[in-house]
């Protein structure tokens, strides 16, 4: 019962801008939306949060639309090691794992 | 890197035997987490806790125990490891400052039931 929709597969060259869509049409006014990646192997990694309001940090910026429906992550200058999968999650409290949009960064 | 060790990393076992895994932190976070990730499934939560000696089941706990009996360490038990057992296992930790859900995760732990 995934809240959100996410593409299975993009690709972006190194250095350009990567936007990964995510879609949560249902979600609740007290709701965040959470972005997670998982390198190859590893543990999922926290990227980002926010409620209405977008948001920027050192890895990624958050975009979030008006109606909250939607919103967008960007890496705003993708390299090899971006290369994961990433997930977009919509909760107040536990994080539920979809099967996330699985970014490939090529040179 | 947030401070989650796992141990073992890796563990062959048999099926009927009994498997425990250990996650052990050095941040004082409240809560702590094991999830479980098999191909084709994003990760899936067993089991957390949010306090010493406080836990509960996540989404597929069946089989599966936990105990905490300090706040640095989560330990999952499998009390009769069986081949659909065979995955990887995440230790997470939270505080829940910020509001929201941010979790830490571990390494993980690679098991194999044959």
């Known amino acids: 019962d995934a809240k959100t929709t996410q593409p299975p597969s993009m690709d972006c060259a190194e250095g350009r801008a990567a936007n990964l869509p995510c879609n949560h049409s249902?979600?609740?006014?007290?709701?965040?939306v959470y972005w997670y990646r998982q390198i190859h192997s590893q543990g999922p990694q926290y990227i980002i949060h926010?409620?209405?309001n977008n948001e920027t940090n050192e890895m990624a910026s958050l975009i979030i639309t008006e109606d909250r429906k939607s919103s967008t992550l960007i890496l705003p200058h993708a390299t090899l090691r971006d290369t994961a999968v990433y997930y977009c999650?919509?909760?107040?409290?536990?994080?539920?794992f979809g099967t996330g949009t699985r970014l490939l960064v090529s040179p | 890197d947030a401070g989650i060790t796992q141990s073992p990393r890796h563990k062959v076992t048999e099926t009927g035997t009994p498997v425990t895994l250990r996650c052990h932190q050095t941040?004082?976070?409240?809560?702590m987490y094991w999830y479980r990730q098999d191909p084709g499934h994003g990760l899936r939560l067993i089991h957390y806790?949010?306090?010493?000696?406080?836990?509960d089941k996540g989404e597929v706990s069946d089989g599966y125990s936990v105990s905490r009996s300090k706040t640095e360490d989560f330990l999952l038990t499998l009390e009769s490891a069986t081949s659909s057992q065979t995955s990887v296992y995440f230790c997470?930790?939270?505080?829940?400052?910020?509001?929201?859900?941010?979790?830490?995760f571990g390494p993980g732990t690679r098991l194999l039931v044959l």
């Open positions: 997470a930790i939270s505080d829940l400052a910020g509001g929201g859900e941010t979790q830490y």
């Open positions: 249902t979600i609740s006014g007290n709701e965040y």
């Open positions: 926010g409620l209405k």
């Open positions: 999650i919509v909760t107040i409290q536990k994080l539920v």
């Open positions: 941040e004082n976070h409240r809560y």
């Open positions: 806790s949010y306090g010493v000696k406080d836990t």
